[in-house]
């Protein structure tokens, strides 16, 4: 603690920061200090106010008290243009690209290259390639932003942050929508960041990263700073306990019970970047789905949903053959569906909490073309209540919430359809220990009712604690299948799964 007073040793420093929002206090005198070519890692529940510091310190918010410092001078950006050119550059939690740009056009947003008075595109595109062949990216400096996934878009992002040749990038969920394999390339880029000198802020609600690349930790917690060590000195579970104020005994809850019927049942499904798939899920039953970004598990629950066109294949549902269309159709039958951007896909950010919550469920609360407003807010209410979300009132917009809280206002809205099947891809993708806790535990408890689940997720651990049964899929196709008793009794592991996604 003692060589944090020595200011001079830091290439940023945050004192006594507060910034509060209305009557809400978001950071009260909180501290951050930050070493040369360290990667320091920021942790904290959602809303415990990372991300609000980090907003600070590139200028998208001004602090109502407090100093900061970087490199040894005073600092206060006017916004993030100010940030890149002292030497900071961020990748945010919620991407917000602009979908009709080319990646080139995105990188060097602002950074343009020009020939007299115009845009010299030709000179953009070829600096923009020759970044992308270093990362090893697969798409052309020209390809158009919208044709990207979600995971493609994070690459492209990290990518545009080495870029602005950054002192200290700020790294806010930067592989909540990669795979393995991206992972450890974007560890090998932090890696070769640091030997450079480079620092690095990274919030992450995955442990096991926090763990493997970082070097220092400072918690925070209900907008406050709790404490900063040494990674080699802090242990998993009291690092879980800083933030969250109490021991969060089982992360993955998962409560065995009944199987039931097979609530849904596909036969040779085959669509865009999927082929031949066949599986069956049961009322009561979790089933996993396993794979690398890309592997065709969204694709084939995409087509399932009617989002996109499904080629061939049978669909039936409690027994009874099913031709889904388009997403009210699916709906209507009883398929609902969290998507893994909750942002663009499954909030409306700028309407109400109310609003949000039954938007799904409407034609359930509607009379003719009226909308019973006072039962659609008793439904609500006690959806949310069994959730423990946390808001101030309904009608608040759904962007005052925490990630964590977002993704429950998500599930009820689905859960007000009454489904007998839900489809949850990544669903506790950005959110913190706590939350997800209490979103497996939601899960357990909907399973027991005789909900059946299908659930995508990226992170091994998940998959692994809270299925009945995984699929494995390898570029467009099942690899395998595995039980929850073959995990057990030690027959499948995490290296086990990765060989099967990996197509070995």
Known sequence: ???????????????????SFGGTHALKKVQLHV???????????????KSTLMKIVIGLYTQDEGSMTFRGKPYQARGPVDAIKAGISMIHQELNPEPHLTIAESIFLNREDTKGLLLDKKKTNEKAQKILDDFGFPYPATTVIGKLKLADVQMVEIIKAVSTDAKMIIMDEPTSSLDQTETERLFEVIRDLKKKG?????????MAEIFEICDQV??????????SRPLKDVTN??????????EV????????????DVALKVEGLTGKGFENISFEVHKGEILGLSGLVGSGRSETMRALFGLDPLYSGKVYLEGKEVHIKNPGQAIRLGIGMVNEDRKNYGLCLTRSIRENASLASLPLRQKRLKLNQKEETKYVTDILETMTLKYASLEHKALSLSGGNQQKVVLGKWLLCNPKVLILDEPTRGVDVGAKSEIHALMSKMV??????????????????MSDRILIYHEGKLNGECTREDIRTGGIGQEELLQKEFGM
């Open 249 to 260: 005994t089982n992360i993955f809850p998962k409560v065995d019970c009944p199987i039931g």
């Open 218 to 227: 400072s918690v925070f917690r209900d907008g406050r700073f709790i404490d």
């Open 198 to 206: 480079v620092s690095i802020i990274y919030i992450s609600h995955r």
């Open 35 to 49: 070493k040369p070519g360290e990667v320091h890692a920021l942790l904290g529940e959602n809303g415990a106010g």
């Open 237 to 246: 579970n009291e690092l879980i306990n800083m933030m969250v104020g109490r």
């Open 448 to 465: 027991a009712e005789g909900l059946a689940i299908i659930m995508i997720s990226s992170e091994l651990p998940e998959v692994m604690g």
């Open 1 to 19: 603690m003692e060589d944090r007073l020595d200011e001079s040793k830091y290439i940023l420093n945050c004192d006594g920061i507060s910034k």
